[in-house]
Structure formats: C-alpha cells, structure tokens
C-alpha cells in the first residue's frame, strides 16, 4: 500500500498527464509530412513526366512518316511546356479547389497562381507542391496522348490554341468531378488512376478531332507505314516503366496498395501485350512489333482505372479484354467507319479505357480478388452501373466540348496545313527542320 504522502505527490503528475495526453493524441491525428511517402511521390512524378517526354513522344515520332517526325515531338515537348503554366496558373485550382455552391461541377479559384501551395503546405503526407506537381504530369500527358489522332496535318498554331482551351474546359473540370470532390466522385466511381480523366476523356476529344480535320492526303489508299518501329518500341518501353508512377504513384504513399498496383499494372500490360500479339497473329499470319508494342499500351491504359482496387487474376482478365478490344477497334472498326485516327488514339486509349474502366466494377469486388467496392455500393451490378454512368458522362461532355472548340478555331483560324504544306510535310513546312540528314 503507498502512503498519504506518495498518493498526494502523484495526484499532481497525474492531473498534469492527463492533460498532456488527450493534446498529444490530437497532435498525432493532425497531418505530418512522411519522408517515404515523399521520397516515393518524388519519383513517380519524375516518372510520369518521363511518360510524355521522352516516352509518347517516341513512340510517336516513330509511326509517323519521316518527313513529319519532328512535328510530333515539337507537339509534345510544346504541350508539356505549356501545361505546366496553365496549370500553375489556374487549371490545378479548378481541378483541385473547393467550388461551394458549385463544387459538384468545378473547383474555384482559389488556389489560383498557386496561392497557398507553400514549402510547409501538406496534402496528407506529401507536400502539397509534390501533389499539385504530380498532377501536373497528368495534366500534360492527356493532352500530349490527342495529338496521335491528328498528326501530321494540324497547324501547330491551332494546336496549341486548341490545347490551352481544352485542359481548361474539358480536363480540369473532368478531373475535378473524380478525383477534386466533384459528382462523379460522391456517386462512387472508381477511377484510381485516371480511366475517365485521362485515356477515355483524351480518346474522346481524339476522335473528334479526327473527324473534324478529316483524313490524311491520301489516306487510306495510299501506304503511310510507320518510318522507324525502334523508335516506336523504345517509347512504348518508356511508357511501361513510367506507367509504374502513374498507377503505383497514384496512391501517394509507399503502402501495400501502391505495391499491389505495380504489380497489376506489370500483370495486364503482359497480357494485353500477348492477346494483341496472337489476334494479329491469327489474323494476318504474322506477329508484329508495332503489334505487341501497341498491346502493351492498351494494357496499361485498360488496367489504370482499376489499378488501386483490382487483384492479380482480375488484372490479367482486365489485360486480356482491353488488348482485345483495342486490337478489334484499331484494325477493324476504323476501317470499317473510315475515319483517320493517323495513330489510334480513340482505339487505344478510348476503347481500352472504357473497357477497363467497366471491368473496373467487376474486379474490384473482394470475391474477385479485389479490394472492395466504393463505400456504400451494395454490390457488382450497383458498381458497374455507377462505371458506366462516369463513362458516359466523360464521352458525352469531353465529346461535346472539343466537338465545338474544333468547329469554332476551324471557322476562325482554320485547323489543317494547307496541301502543299502536308505534301512538303510539317517538319520543313512548319519549323524549317528535318529529322534527317538524307
């Protein structure tokens, strides 16, 4: 038994503990800065802005014909410096700020100039300027994946107005609506890493600008093979390991999910990559470069939206439906509607991007394999409807949107190189360059 004395010393220490302890509780909930998380954020975003240059700009310049081959890497490297601006600017504040009353549709502006993003601001466990940077890269990448539909006949001057209004009116309200608190969010879609922001939205508007400048000069009858399959093969290679950030680093953190979404991104990039293969090969005799190149592509866009939710087995199902699905729409439908996507961008990224972003609703359920359904969402059927719903969403307003900024900079400043100009090619005619020393 203590004494008097001892239990009337400890009365004090106690009281003193007791109120030092619900403060420290509290202090332990408040946001800290991990130095994993950001040293592991630091790199996927290095890695995602290696996606677009050098990686899609590669793959590219090298299914383009040699006398447009600088044309496509000037495109990218002029996005990526531009968006970089815009979104510094103003698009990460819509895409990412509170909008009030109107928070469902767009954010405000008040992170506008990056007001607020200082050295000390966090976003969870990361600096709020490593998340915003991040983003970033997806905000160049999305626009850069378009130019696939239009190359070699755009004029760079419309492009470039075209892409400024573009992430402004189509990408960073999109983003804001799944990933910035916005409708499409609150409904419950899953799209970890961008299944409807980027590869569905990006395919979209890629189709629409295929439609509105219409087909290459001579297209389809005469042959336009690609100049230079390495270099296509070593973009596609670049794409794969960048795609590592893309998916992996949308979690921000170096946690289990961000190591199971490397793993099901490496899984349904391998599939895809082998169904398109043997589709070809079935198809027309011979397996191609290009072919299981451009399969592993399909892959890594099919697996993004699902890549934070979906398991190993459901990552191969997911890889095999959209390098089928991609393969089908490329080789087929296009041929069979007539339209030039020079590139496939509404093919690969479009088609493979809502096939993953459907099957996202399916694998993701635990007896799958998965990591669950969004919160509240009874079941698969409930899922898949609330995937759709986004999917249309994304097609219908991304769609519309660039629709009417093609048709508005056609009927003002024009879109498309005259003929001599796309004849000649767009690396002379535009930037006074060649590729190549002949």
């Excluded at 895409?95 to 767009?106: K, P």
């Excluded at 107005?161 to 189509?170: G, H, S, Y």
């Excluded at 600008?209 to 042959?223: D, H, N, Q």
């Excluded at 893309?246 to 289990?256: H, I, R, T």
């Amino acid at each position: 038994m203590k004494s008097i004395r001892e239990l009337t010393l400890s009365r004090p220490l106690l009281a003193v503990l007791l109120t030092i302890l619900p403060l420290s509780v509290f202090a332990q909930e408040e946001p800290a800065l991990s130095a994993g998380d950001t040293a592991w954020m630091l790199t996927a975003t290095a890695l995602v802005l290696f996606m677009t240059i050098p990686g899609l700009s590669l793959f590219y310049a090298g299914l383009v014909r040699s006398k447009n081959v600088l044309s496509v890497l000037m495109q990218c490297f002029a996005i990526a410096c531009m968006m970089s601006i815009l979104w510094a600017l103003y698009a990460y504040s819509i895409a990412f700020s509170d909008g009030g009353a109107m928070n469902a549709w767009i954010g405000g502006l008040e992170k506008a100039f990056l007001s607020g993003v200082t050295v000390d601001a966090l976003s969870g466990t990361i600096p709020e300027s490593l998340f915003m940077t991040f983003q970033m890269t997806f905000a160049i990448i999305t626009p850069a994946l378009i130019v696939g539909a239009f190359a070699e006949r755009m004029k760079f001057s419309a492009m470039l107005i075209f892409m400024a209004l573009w992430v402004t009116l189509v990408y960073a309200p999109i983003a804001h609506w799944v990933w910035g608190g916005g409708w499409i969010g609150e409904m419950g879609a899953l799209d970890f890493a961008g299944g409807t922001v980027v590869h569905i939205n990006a395919g979209v508007a890629a189709l629409m600008a295929a439609l509105v400048l219409g087909k290459r000069k001579g297209y389809p009858g005469t042959a336009m093979p690609p100049h230079n399959l390495g270099l296509t093969v070593v973009g596609a290679s670049m794409l794969w390991v960048g795609w590592f950030g893309f998916n992996a680093g949308s979690e921000l953190a170096a946690d289990g999910t961000a190591g199971m979404a490397m793993t099901v991104t490496q899984l349904a990039t391998a599939a895809a990559a082998l169904t398109w293969m043997f589709a070809e090969w079935i198809n027309h005799g011979k397996p191609s470069v290009l072919g299981i190149a451009t399969g592993a592509v399909a892959g890594l866009v099919a697996i993004t939206p699902a890549s934070g939710t979906a398991g190993p087995m459901g990552a191969l199902a997911i890889g095999f439906a959209g390098g089928l699905f991609a393969f089908i729409a490329a080789t087929k439908v296009k041929h069979w509607f007539g339209y030039d996507d020079s590139l496939d961008v509404w093919g690969v990224h479009g088609v493979a991007g809502i096939v993953g972003a459907i099957l996202t609703g399916v694998f993701a359920a635990p007896a799958l394999g998965g990591a669950g359904l969004a919160d509240g969402v009874s079941g698969i059927g409930a899922q898949v409807w609330i995937q759709f719903l986004s999917v249309m969403a994304t097609l219908v307003y991304g769609g519309v949107v660039s629709l009417l900024i093609l048709l508005v900079l056609k009927a003002t400043i024009g879109l498309r190189v005259n003929e001599e100009q796309e004849t000649e090619g767009l690396d002379i005619a535009l930037h006074d360059e060649r590729g190549y020393i002949l």
